[in-house]
């Protein structure tokens, strides 16, 4: 009996080992499925709610300026902007991008903007929910080294849902960033803050993307079934 029971003992040590390395293997998992990491393989993704994001589609305003449809620039009492257009030189792909020519920056990153809102949007809303997160990626650059604030915001800027700055270079760079919504709006403003320097900034390839599911996710369950099962044994 005693050999018996040496047996078991040494049988259930070895299975709180095998279990222990299943719960370390979870345990490390644990930040990739959540919002580490920016990587599109990473996430399933519903689709891009901005509308022409790539900013191939054009509209001519008559009076000489070809904008970026859906797109709309604006600035405030103390800023000025030249125009916002489309250019064709050197955008980050296709054959047109985003280019806000500013004259005054202002005195606040809010006193220019480029965005889209159920206006410009002709009727289309864009929505974000408390508390799921959203994954925005963007290339951009600048005529000369600066900043830029992306928002997501409601209608009178009263309330922000998503908000973080980036650096821009003189080169075209992704920006790319997985971001949780701080509360619900069906009908969002999404916002490239531009005030508060006079240097333009050129956007292209614009995407904004609710995180459907982490792909990690499956892994996690999969070795959670499998220690049950070890338990249980």
Known sequence: HFGSAVSKLQNFKDKVVEIEGYLNEISASLPNSHHAGTGSNNYVLASNQILNGNMEDTTDNGVGNTYNTYW??????DSSVAKHRMFSTDPNSGVAGALVEITNGGN??????LFQNTNTRDGSNLN???????????????????????KVINTGATATYISYSVTLTTSWKKYVNVVRSQGNNN?????FYLGNDTNNVYIDDVKFQE??????NNYIIKRREELFGKIQE
Do not use: C, H, P, Q
Request: glycine residues 6%; without cysteine; proline residues 0%.
């Open 187 to 191: 009908a969002a403003n999404f916002a």
């Open 108 to 113: 606040s990153t809010d006193d220019i903007k």
């Open 72 to 77: 709309s620039a604006s600035s405030g009492a």
């Open 128 to 150: 974000v929910s408390t508390g799921l997160f959203y994954r925005i990626e963007f290339w951009a650059k600048a005529s000369a080294g600066r900043s830029m604030s992306v």
């Open 211 to 216: 995180v459907r599911d982490y792909k990690s």
